[in-house]
Nanobody, 114 residues
Framework: QVQMVESGGGLVQAGGSLRLSCAAS????????MGWYRQAPGKQRELVAS???????NYADSVKGRFTISRDNAKNTVYLQMNSLKPEDTAVYYC????????WGQGTQVTVSS
């Protein structure tokens, strides 16, 4: 059974930091690229950051230099370190596995106050 469980969200002031975690189960985690997505109210879900099975990373322009994606294959977990948060980062954040695109978790809410 494929499952993604996101955690680590919360309410933070602008300029603050949060670290999101996503524990994946039911997949060959080390063989999969992973991505963090977000969806703000009234907007489409967008890709924020991704990491390949080999550890190569890619970021949306809006978060470059502020967010860092990483993975721990021993723990089947992908992380998103978010620094210098802005109000426009407010959204529900989700993780997803490249070869299991239809499986989404419940997401974790990130709210950044100005």
């Amino acid at each position: 059974q494929v499952q993604m469980v996101e955690s680590g969200g919360g309410l933070v002031q602008a300029g603050g930091s949060l670290r999101l975690s996503c524990a994946a189960s039911g997949i060959a985690f080390s063989l999969n690229g992973m991505g963090w997505y977000r969806q703000a109210p009234g907007k489409q879900r967008e890709l924020v950051a991704s990491i390949t099975s080999a550890g190569r990373t890619n970021y949306a322009d809006s978060v470059k230099g502020r967010f860092t994606i990483s993975r721990d294959n021993a723990k089947n977990t992908v992380y998103l370190q978010m620094n210098s948060l802005k109000p426009e980062d407010t959204a529900v954040y989700y993780c997803n596995a490249a070869n299991y695109a239809r499986f989404w978790g419940q997401g974790t809410q990130v709210t950044v106050s100005s």
